[in-house]
C-alpha cells in the first residue's frame, strides 16, 4: 500500500498566510515562507498554497511567494488560486511549483484540464473541487470560495475530471471547512468510490482521531489541513506517528 500523504495548506493573501471558519472570518496567521520551512522541517509530504484573493496583483505576490518558498523547502509544492489559463500554469510551474491545482475556471472551462493535462502531464494538474451537502442528500459544486452554487453534482464532476486528465482531486467540504469536527467522510467515500485517481481530503480536520478516521474510513490518498498545523495543536509529526500506531503506511523524517 502506498503511503499516506499528510499536507500542510496555506491559504495566502497579500503575501500573508490566513486562516478562516467556511471561507469567512479571516485572520492573519504567518509568513508563507517560514511557515512552509517549518511544515518541510516537520516532515510533511507536501505543501499546498492557495492564493484567496486571485487578482492580478495577488498572483504576482503569489508568484513570488513560491519563488522563495521553492529555494528553502524540498517537498513538492501545489499552487492554486486564481489558475483560469495555460499561462497561467506555465507561470506557476516556473516558479518552483510542482503542481498546480485549478477550481473554479476548471467549472467553468472544463477543456483547460485536458489542455493543461496535455501541455505539462497529469501529474501537474489537481482540479480542486469544493462542496456542500443539499438537504436530498446529494453534493453540489461551489465555486468562487463557495459563494456560488453551480447545481452540478459534485460526484459526477469527479468522474469527469478524472475523464478530462486531472492526476488528482483536492476534494474540500464546505460545510466542515475550519470547524474542526472531522472530514465529511460521506463525501469523501461518495467520490472516492468513482475515480481512481488519487483523492486529497480537505476540510473540518480537529484531532489525531480526525486524520485516523479519514485513512481508515475512506480511500482517501491525502489528508489536508491548516488550523490544526499553523496554531500549533499538532505537529505533522505528531500526526504520522499516530498514523503509524494505527498500522496506517505513512513516511516517517
Not at 94 to 116: E, M, T, W, Y
Not at 156 to 174: F, H, Q
Not at 177 to 199: E, Q, R, T
Request: aromatic share 6%; charged share 25%; glycine share 10%.
Amino acid at each position: 500500500m502506498l503511503a499516506k500523504r499528510i499536507i500542510p495548506c496555506l491559504d495566502v493573501r497579500e503575501g500573508k498566510v490566513v486562516k478562516g471558519v467556511n471561507f469567512v472570518g479571516i485572520k492573519e496567521v504567518g509568513d508563507p515562507v517560514e511557515c512552509a520551512a517549518a511544515y518541510d522541517a516537520q516532515g510533511a509530504d507536501e505543501i499546498v498554497f492557495l492564493d484567496i484573493i486571485a487578482s492580478h496583483e495577488g498572483r504576482g505576490t503569489m508568484l513570488d511567494v513560491v519563488r522563495r518558498t521553492a529555494k528553502k523547502v524540498f517537498v513538492p509544492l501545489t499552487v492554486g488560486g486564481g489558475i483560469r489559463t495555460i499561462d497561467d500554469f506555465r507561470d506557476t510551474l516556473r516558479a518552483g511549483a510542482d503542481k498546480v491545482s485549478v477550481n473554479s475556471a476548471a467549472v467553468r472551462n472544463p477543456q483547460l484540464i485536458s489542455q493543461a493535462a496535455d501541455i505539462f502531464g497529469c501529474q501537474c494538474v489537481v482540479t480542486a473541487i469544493d462542496a456542500k451537502k443539499c438537504p436530498d442528500g446529494h453534493y453540489t459544486v461551489v465555486i468562487n470560495g463557495g459563494r456560488i452554487d453551480m447545481q452540478m453534482d459534485a460526484v459526477k464532476w469527479a468522474k469527469r475530471v478524472e475523464a478530462l486528465g486531472a492526476g488528482e482531486i483536492l476534494l474540500t467540504s464546505m460545510d466542515t471547512d475550519g470547524v474542526k469536527g472531522g472530514f465529511d467522510i460521506d463525501m469523501l467515500n461518495a467520490v472516492c468510490s468513482v475515480v481512481k485517481i488519487p483523492v486529497i481530503a480537505s476540510g473540518g480536520c480537529g484531532s489525531l482521531e480526525h486524520f485516523t478516521d479519514v485513512f481508515e474510513k475512506t480511500n482517501s490518498a491525502a489528508a489536508l489541513a491548516a488550523s490544526l498545523f499553523h496554531y500549533g495543536e499538532l505537529t505533522v509529526g505528531e500526526v504520522k506517528t499516530e498514523l503509524k500506531k494505527h498500522g496506517i503506511p505513512v513516511r516517517m523524517v
